[in-house]
């Protein structure tokens, strides 16, 4: 398999460079003007990272199809050589958020190693109760966790039991729990029984896991279900998170609420309440929950920054959520799409760390509605791309990581050595 060499990248940057110092001394100009100081701003970004999904690198599908493209990943080594790639190119992404049973191995130590290998370590465990897996004894049509037969939900009790186990093995501290429970017809299961066998269930799992773990509640509106979820809200999950204890937070997937959802205040709240655990970073027009981030609404994901750097500040360096990137490519190039979504995301947040928040406070106590939504969007309207772009060559990265991912010719050795995928299954992932 074609490897992505440090020396490579030296090579793809070379032609950029003169145009880049001169794009980054002319923002550093800029930002000195408004008392921000370029190097720390940089500093800042090198440290920022997001883990990329294990599923996000094969091509996703729809309920009506699924267009397999050229060197998918086979295997969940395949997977994590993929990761590397994104990860070398962009400094972005030097975890992985693995998906089981989908990445299940024999020998866990094994692909610890083989991560490492490609400068990789894990993140938070996913697990999977809303498929039906070859040879399961019980299914999970009628659910898992929230099942009205306890023979079921001690069967999904077991798997994320052992997904904990998993992570163990490959130093995660994190298990992420979405569950697709829940109705397609009004009556057809008690709302407030469902939620009861959830917190049960949920109570098994919480008691299984390590002190230094974190569980992650994902809630997500709907689909599968589609007359009501369990977990579809962050009140839902921030009652359960608040039941199960301190090692449980919520998750926020920015795909999983209504069109019109204000998503920056639930993670306003939630950071307040020391119950924001993580994130799935994605994005969403309609029904979809997992287009690429920032392809559709770019200035929502600097809100949520916004008030993750607020909360930074008042809450100080223990307010530490789980980054992570939810995505499913139908029509790119995976490598390319997460790629693109990890400099999307640290462009957001690059941004946000522009705000004045001191006039912006003052602004907001003075009731000067206007002056205060300048002061916010002052971030947003500024072009950090120089500036990521320095962090990322400085940690050794790409100047243009889709450019020499291109020039690499990474993907048509893969298609060269991984064999076609058969076509034609539908699937949401
Ligand atoms: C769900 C949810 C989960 C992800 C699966 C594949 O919609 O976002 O986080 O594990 O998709
Ligand atoms: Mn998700
Ligand atoms: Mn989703």
Redesign the pocket.
């Known amino acids: 398999m074609s490897v992505i060499t440090a020396d490579f990248i030296i090579d793809q940057n070379r032609a950029r460079l003169a145009d880049h110092r001169e794009d980054f001394d002319a923002l550093a100009r800029k930002l000195v003007r408004r008392g921000l100081d370029a190097e720390t701003l940089v500093r800042d970004a090198m440290a920022f990272a997001v883990a990329v999904?294990s599923?996000g690198v094969g091509t996703g599908g729809t309920r009506f199809a699924r267009f397999p493209g050229p060197g998918e990943p086979r295997n969940v080594f395949d997977k994590l050589a993929d990761c590397g790639v994104i990860n070398t190119l962009t400094r972005l992404t030097p975890t992985v958020s693995p998906?089981f049973p989908w990445d299940k191995v024999t020998d866990y130590s094994e692909l610890r190693e083989v991560a490492k290998s490609h400068g990789l370590a894990f993140d938070a465990i996913?697990s999977?109760t809303?498929q039906d897996q070859a040879g399961q004894p019980l299914s999970y049509k009628f659910g898992s966790l929230t099942h009205t037969d306890k023979a079921v939900r001690e069967q999904a009790i077991a798997h994320n039991i052992e997904c904990v186990e998993i992570g163990r093995a490959l130093g995660s501290k994190a298990l992420?729990v979405?569950i697709?429970d829940g109705s397609n017809f009004a009556g057809q299961s008690s709302l407030a029984r469902a939620f009861d066998r959830y917190l049960d269930s949920t109570a098994a799992i919480y008691r299984a896991l390590p002190d230094d773990w974190r569980m992650l509640l994902?809630h997500?509106l709907f689909?599968p279900a589609f007359y009501s979820t369990v977990i579809s809200d962050w009140g839902s999950s921030y009652l359960a998170a608040q039941r199960l204890g301190p090692k449980a937070q919520c998750?926020v997937?920015l795909?999983?609420h209504a069109p019109t959802v204000n998503i920056e205040q639930i993670v306003a709240r939630l950071a307040r309440f020391g119950k924001l655990g993580g994130f799935?970073f994605?994005d969403s027009k309609y029904g979809d929950?997992?287009l690429d981030a920032a392809s559709v609404s770019p200035f929502r994901l600097y809100l949520v920054f916004n008030e993750l750097a607020e909360a930074t500040r008042t809450i100080g360096p223990s307010f530490a959520p789980a980054y992570m990137i939810?995505q499913?490519h139908n029509v790119t190039d995976p490598i390319e799409s997460l790629m693109q979504s990890a400099i999307e995301i640290a462009r957001a947040r690059a941004q946000a760390q522009l705000v004045d928040a001191e006039a912006l406070a003052a602004a907001q106590e003075a009731n000067d509605a206007l002056a205060a939504h300048r002061l916010l969007k002052a971030g947003f309207l500024t072009d950090v791309s120089s500036l990521i772009a320095e962090a990322r060559l400085r940690a050794g990265g790409a100047l243009d990581p889709i450019a020499a991912y291109r020039a690499s010719g990474y993907r048509a050795a893969a298609a060269r050595e991984r064999p076609v995928v058969a076509a034609g299954s539908a699937g949401?992932?």
Request: net charge negative; proline share 4%; no cysteine.
């Open positions: 999904p599923w998906h996913n999977n809303f992420t979405w697709g994902e997500k689909e998750l997937d795909g999983h799935h994605n929950d997992d939810d499913s949401i992932v």
